[in-house]
């Protein structure tokens, strides 16, 4: 059997990447269907999975891997699925069952340029919004976007920790520039991994719950077949995970799915701070576009304007209390992204109109050229001056 | 609610959510019923079993299961369930859903897991119409029938699911109506032993919708008169399981070959299966 | 029309004596029990159940030869048959 | 017009027809007397069986809030129907039910209760489903604010064009029935 | 034949009163999949559409039903479908598609309190983000709600109305209570039902491009069949309908979908003013919610509070311009919806700090008690004061 | 681009869109070029035909094509087409698109456009693989066979497509590989004269993925080692109608029935369909 | 091997006289229209197209049925047979 | 270590190899000179014969942009490729075609010309399809960016394990490849 844990330099693509991420923090199941930019994430994973005891399946649509992946977690795997935005659309439905019955797994979404079939080749952030309401219903959801290959391999194993610890698909959003990009991975070694697993049931068989929670608003979770005798439903559910359909047990349940993530927002909240320290200006931005605002940032520098980066690693839950902290810092803020206003919107929301927001979108097919960030920090400094 | 240990079945029912929301006379409770028995006519260990349903009133029997059992979404419990068993691969995996979660919205599952040959037992409540929703026509309504949606008679003609199934290359095929009781049993404890993708329709009475729209009577003379057009024709060929409600219904055992399954051939090219041996 | 077979240990059965529990608020009126069992042991109640429905009463256990097929049809799991003194 | 404002819950299991006798209410309040009525109802999954209720609110003006939070009227099919609202009750109000299915045992008496066997009533025509029409027939000859008239009106549009003579009959027998219960005197 | 406008009264519930706005505006194919409370719709429109000269099929599932009325939109159709949030979440490609190919359409979402199954036979507003964001890639869209059966009556001929002026799909988000209440319900006469028809091509068929068009930012729209011999495609094209897989015409594309509608933001948002002029307190919600807050501004009219609504009748694109006028003239703005906050944002957002905003939410399966917002309009009263 | 008017099938074809994007040797150009030549052999106005494919390699066909033609998304290509052929009675419905989009993702609306007989000719083109996204397997790539996800091989077995659309329902089922371009050709023109649902299966190279993975040889090889195995059995029943690239393909036409369509049947319970007169 | 049977109008079409004319640039060289070309009119070009594929060319006018086969058969629609001096 | 940086782009069809020939020289670069780079792609849905083009940036820190905007070299392997990049070419730095399948035409001359007809050379080796190794070899030869042992290197890990000693043959071609194009003088 081939390691699990490739330690060591790779030139690898994104989407490589993202597969050995998963496979390094012990993904064993995969459920596929091909999509670009995606396709690679599950292709590695095909060739992968049977060399570490794992198993790969492409399933006939989005519908069913989603389903299946679901399944796969209750069984007791690790599982994960990829897709890009007409895929992601279609596992809607059943990211909403994973969200009610408390099912850790991973969906990776390497986003191309929609809507509908779009530029199926091409980059795009537009489905920033949709991963975070994009399923019926009232819920909270963790996503997480890299930047790099590296990134994505780390982020992968984050994305699974997070996942267990707090039961709920966790979602990657990367984009089709970092999927398909290659460049140098650093796979440490076995130990310096930190994985985290879901809890498991430890008193009585008879007596399990499956949303019987402690303070931590998390149950541990027991595994099919193993004579528990627990039931799941995408009914609203009791502790015992029996479907009760009155407002009552309706608010208690939704809102501590909601509160396992609002109360652990400093836990799941990833960011980096780029030059921030003293800086004038700030660009919110996160993926693919970091890498078009660290080369801004330093020609600004050079033209003598302080202007630093707050890198969104954690999208949803939306860093609030980061971005409220930094108004109090910067005369002005720009956000950038692959869509014509998405975290725009919540920026705008956060910072209440105390700095000027500007924004600088595009609709997809193509990253933005440094000049462009430059030009509009230039108009916030200015319009600062008047 | 405490749990009165003497009920029947009780061993394996969820007896604090008894009684169950089928309705009076509803044919589902007795091929759910039948499905029980069968889990304890098997010699199988009970905690191996796993029964996994879709949305509508058939989907609801996971709920009253005491196995671990899984409520999925409309017409998702066969992918859901493929999950599970490739999680599992020693668990007796059981779908037990309705024909518009199983042959409607979930169609594309069907075939495919019957494609895969993958060991499952899909027992499929065909009421001939969406019960949970008041009564609505789908794939498995006859034609001219009335529904809530065919208030003047159904234009479209129905699948013959048996056939549909084995061309999908499903192992094991039968149909009955809830009444043929022991037969159900029997079919159902056939298909637990059997290695592969097994279906078994049971046709069954939706008083409370099918019944009323098409004047089938009550409860009793539903179940009675489905099995009384009913035709016993094992080993036919499905094609001809003829369904026709004016006419005859065919039931029988129509399938029942083997063909390695999905675990057979994933070890024909890996060598082993990962995880638990499969039996 | 009876649909059922007379079990082959019919002999043996009639010699025992048979108890029909019937979880009364269970029921849903259905009369298959009442329909189906081949020794008409039961009959409906005349008084309503807590749903409305008249529920199966066993009017002469005696004739009760114990074959279950109540049991097995009822689709609400009310009825159980039990074989008097012995163990269930 | 006189100014007009009531409320009526009706509830029960869903199959006794609920929604409908409620939504004949309804109509005939609002199509046929000329005032404004809304229906909503509540039910469970469950198409037979479970518990359901229809609230009507019904106003010489446009109905705002369209539920009935204290009704001025509950109608009670089922035990568990009764015991989940007996108590909003409005004091001074009209509860009627139906006496196989419903015991009346809370503590209460600052309200006029009324019984009827319905179900009996519609089994004994031979047609078990109208036990709803029964009770309308039933509250009809107990109530003001809807005209019978226009119920009966609502009751002929309403149901399946073959069953009108039955559940007209249906009608007459719980409007004609006589029940032994005397009014309370509203102490509370 | 039978009458498609059925003038006079009817006490019908919200389902059947949409499903006859439908058949007033000469909506004449439905495709249809039951699911609660949106089953009566597809019923209705399965009895009457025969009756009228249209056609109602039952499709395999709603991912068909909504592929279905595109097909029959370019069959020169209108067409509509109806169904509640798990079916809503499997529609989300195909709205796509009607996105990018600017197809006219009405998609009906009576919404039950969710995530996944939840509770399918009560209410709840929690799919309004997701009507907003629920398919991939950048876009905007037209949303309407409802509050009765008589203005769900009225609004689905807005939404046809909009739908065929601005060629795309428009959603109805309306709920279970709205859709399963029965009130009185005036149809007007036939005259006098105002109807707006797709804008047809008129020059030669040869020449005709289903994608150019003139500064209104909406092309004519050929019927299928007909002879023009055009193209459409869900992939980035151009005027002709040609894909084209270049950032520059995907910029030109997605501009002009998102533009025809926020250009026309005036003509597209509509509202309704309740009590509030000189009113202290502005109260925003939509649908279901809006009757419980009516109760509560009487009440607190009693108690010597000016408390008024601003009714949104138009969700999406969201009024934003409005809100910052209320801003203007209020103390404080309380939001009331049946979810854990999604228009609370949008007014968030738009108020930037100008006034405080309270928040009313609801998990689902019941409306608000009228005291609920009374306490809270008395608290925004009585931080006032401090 | 200026309009050639001189190119073969240019009446039929968006010259200002070719080169199209189909690979060298690739044999849906071979199947594509044989439906326009059915379309112009056809006596039908050229006007009434509409051309509907999904997504994939294959579904590129309807962009090529200069009629009214929509290019939908991936799956939905027969519920898309189904909303315009009731809008348009009469117009005359092909689908054009792949075996992963109508078999795969699709399946679901494949089997009930079947099972509906709603008239329209679906033509798809088997490669064994999903071509656009660079060759993954697919419930038609064979047992054993290498893609990009099946490294080591297929641990899957394919559908049988034309029995599984027979036991759907459909009217009229011809399979061909690619090269035999006169007998497809015959095969559309026949299909697009049936009242009903017609499915041709064309056995086609992708010689980029498939004939790469699998050592098949370069498009021409591929091409002829098709045709060669291939055995013209018309009329056997479709579940002998054997696929197996180690020993013979079945080709030929094996379904050509009457049966009422949808629009017959509507015509039975309403007395007519709304809209033009269906010929 | 040839799959193509020989026309049967043949003798007609020999005496008449054929032109084939080749989008060369859209050529992507796949070499059906040579390998089926039943009277072997067509041969590889050295030189590269546009594409960097070779296509074909026609080295012998003269020995051209006119069977068309070449146009149908090429997926790349650069093929077309004219009569010489008639009308297409 | 000497602060390198540099960019380039390949350019071509989809099918000739572009992207492998990218990641040889980013992998070449990476992970056996010990720079830094970053490949990206662009590709159209064709799965041949779409424009189709590599870039490459090569760094002795982290590649923050990875996109060359100014590309130290072009390698074009069609027309089409050439016409969209030729003028983005850096003053002074390096064009290398494949002169079968690229006309060099524009005026600019401030820059080293190379030309190569290595899709004939290697269907003169017998693969065709490793124009892009012979490419490769040739720029080996003529740009000191990244060291010839670890482009033959990254060839080796690169390429399936079967055809090494072909691709090793098609590097050598490239690299032994006399051109006679004469480094045009820097003038711009
Ligand atoms: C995606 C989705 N669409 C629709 C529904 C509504 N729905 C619930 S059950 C059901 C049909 C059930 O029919 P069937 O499977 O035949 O079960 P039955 O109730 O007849 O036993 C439908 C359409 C849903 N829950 N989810
Ligand atoms: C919902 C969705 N999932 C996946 C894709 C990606 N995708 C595009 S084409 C295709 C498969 C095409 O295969 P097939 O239909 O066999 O056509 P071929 O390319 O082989 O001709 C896939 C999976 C998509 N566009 N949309
Ligand atoms: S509605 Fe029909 S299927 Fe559902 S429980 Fe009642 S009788 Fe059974
Ligand atoms: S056990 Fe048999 S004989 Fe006795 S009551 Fe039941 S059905 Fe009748
Ligand atoms: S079979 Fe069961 S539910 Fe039916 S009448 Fe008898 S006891 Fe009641
Ligand atoms: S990838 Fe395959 S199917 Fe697609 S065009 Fe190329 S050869 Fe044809
Ligand atoms: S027309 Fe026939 S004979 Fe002439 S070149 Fe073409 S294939 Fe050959
Ligand atoms: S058939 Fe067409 S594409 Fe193929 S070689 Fe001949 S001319 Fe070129
Ligand atoms: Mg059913
Ligand atoms: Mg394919």
Request: aromatic share 8%.
């Amino acid at each position: 059997m081939s390691k699990s844990v490739l330690t060591g330099q790779h030139f690898v693509n994104g989407d490589v990447a993202c597969a050995e991420g998963a496979i390094a923090c012990g993904c064993r199941f995969f459920a596929g269907y091909p999509i670009t930019p995606a396709t690679e994430v599950a292709e590695r994973m095909a060739e992968r999975l049977p060399q570490v005891g794992g198993v790969y399946i492409q399933m006939e649509d989005e519908l069913a891997s989603m389903a299946a992946i679901l399944g796969a977690s209750w069984g007791g795997m690790k599982a994960m699925t990829s897709t890009s935005g007409p895929g992601f659309s279609l596992m809607m439905e059943n990211i909403g069952l994973g969200i009610i019955t408390e099912t850790p797994c991973v969906v990776v979404n390497v986003q191309r340029a929609g809507p509908s079939t779009g530029l199926p080749t091409l980059c795009g952030q537009g489905d920033i919004m949709q991963a975070r309401w994009g399923s019926h219903g009232h819920y909270e959801i963790i996503a997480l976007s890299p930047g790099s290959p590296q990134e994505i391999f780390d982020i992968t194993i984050l994305a699974f920790n997070l996942s267990e610890k707090y039961r709920l698909p966790v979602i990657i959003l990367t984009d089709e520039i970092v999927g398909h990009m290659s460049e140098k991975v650093v796979i440490p070694d076995e130990k310096e991994i930190e994985i985290v697993n879901r809890k498991t049931p430890e008193g009585s068989k008879e007596n399990y719950m499956p949303y019987m929670t402690g303070d931590d608003l998390v149950a541990p979770m027991a595994k099919a077949g193993d004579g528990y005798r627990f039931h799941i439903t995408g009914l609203t559910h009791d502790s015992r995970g029996y479907p009760v359909l009155t407002p009552e047990v309706q608010k208690e349940m939704v809102y501590k799915i909601v509160n396992k993530i609002r109360k652990n927002r400093k836990d799941i909240i990833y960011f980096e701070e780029i030059e921030l320290e003293g800086a004038d200006f700030a660009i919110i931005t996160y993926g693919i576009s970091v890498r078009v605002a660290l080369k801004a940032v330093q020609m600004l520098k050079n033209d003598g304007i302080k202007c630093g980066i707050l890198k969104l690693i954690t999208i949803w839950p939306f860093a609030e209390e980061k971005i409220i902290e930094i108004c109090e810092r910067v005369k002005g803020i720009l956000v950038v992204e692959i869509n014509l206003g998405q975290i725009f919107l919540e920026v705008k929301r956060c910072v209440e109109g105390r700095v000027p927001v500007k924004f600088l979108g595009h609709a997809g097919g193509a990253v933005f050229k440094p000049v462009e960030i430059i030009r509009l920090i230039k108009e916030l400094s200015e319009d600062g001056k008047n | 609610m405490e749990k009165i240990e003497i009920s029947p079945l009780g061993n394996l029912l969820r007896e604090d959510r008894i009684p169950h929301i089928w309705c009076s006379g509803c044919g589902i409770g007795l091929a759910f019923s039948a499905c029980l028995r069968a889990i304890n006519g098997s010699s199988i260990e009970q905690d191996r079993f796993i029964i996994i349903s879709g949305i509508g009133c058939s989907g609801r029997a996971a709920g009253y299961t005491y196995l671990d059992s899984f409520h999925t979404t409309h017409g998702r419990a066969i992918p859901f369930a493929t999950g599970i068993k490739i999680a599992r691969p020693s668990s007796k995996v059981i779908v037990f859903s309705g024909d518009g979660d199983l042959v409607a919205i979930g169609g594309n599952h069907l075939i495919n897991a019957a494609r895969r040959n993958i060991e499952m037992v899909v027992i499929c409540i065909n009421n001939f119409n969406y019960g949970m929703t008041g009564g609505q026509e789908g794939p498995s309504t006859p034609f001219k029938s009335r529904t809530t949606t065919t208030p003047y008679g159904n234009f479209e003609s129905p699948f013959n699911i048996p056939y549909l199934v084995e061309s999908a290359g499903a192992i094991y095929i039968a149909r009955w109506t809830a009444l043929h009781v022991r037969r159900l049993f029997k079919s159902i404890l056939e298909a637990i032993n059997k290695k592969g993708f097994s279906f078994i329709e049971v046709i069954s009475a939706c008083p409370t919708s099918f019944g009323r729209k098409n004047k089938l009577g009550n409860p009793l003379e539903m179940l009675k008169f489905f099995h009384k057009i009913s035709v016993i024709q094992n080993n036919i060929h499905t094609r001809k399981a003829h369904l026709d409600l004016s006419n005859e219904i065919v039931v029988g055992k129509f399938v029942d070959i083997e063909r390695p399954d999905f675990f057979e051939q994933y070890k024909e090219i890996f060598g082993s299966f990962p995880g638990e041996e499969v039996d | 029309m009876k649909y059922w077979r007379i079990p082959l240990d019919i002999e043996d059965r009639v010699k025992k004596r048979y108890r029909i529990l019937i979880i009364e608020d269970r029921c849903k009126g259905c009369n298959f029990c009442i329909e189906y069992c081949p020794r008409n042991v039961l009959k409906t109640a005349l008084y309503f159940n807590v749903k409305g429905y008249h529920p199966p009463v066993c009017e002469d256990h005696e004739m009760c030869m114990g074959c279950g097929f109540c049991q097995i049809i009822c689709p609400e799991f009310c009825i159980i048959v039990e074989e008097e003194d012995g163990k269930d | 017009m006189i100014n007009k404002y009531g409320e009526i819950v009706i509830t029960g299991f869903g199959g006794q027809g609920i929604v409908l006798a409620g939504n004949i209410l309804g109509k005939a309040a609002s199509i046929y007397d000329n005032l404004y009525a809304s229906l909503t109802q509540s039910y469970g999954p469950e198409a037979r069986g479970g518990a359901c209720s229809a609230q009507v609110v019904i106003s010489s003006g446009p109905v705002l809030y369209p539920y009935a939070e204290n009704p001025d009227i509950l109608i009670a099919m089922s035990q568990e129907g009764y015991n989940k609202n007996v108590d909003k009750l409005k004091p001074g109000g009209t509860l009627i039910v139906d006496c196989d299915l419903v015991k009346h045992e809370v503590e209460r008496r600052d309200f006029d209760f009324r019984a009827i066997p319905a179900t009996k009533i519609a089994e004994d025509l031979g047609y078990k489903m109208m036990a709803n029409i029964v009770i309308i027939g039933f509250f009809t000859s107990k109530s003001k604010l809807i005209s019978k008239k226009s119920i009966q009106r609502a009751i002929e549009t309403s149901v399946p064009a073959g069953t009108y003579e039955k559940n007209k009959t249906a009608f007459t027998s719980g409007f004609n029935y006589r029940d032994n219960s005397v009014p309370s005197s509203v102490r509370n």
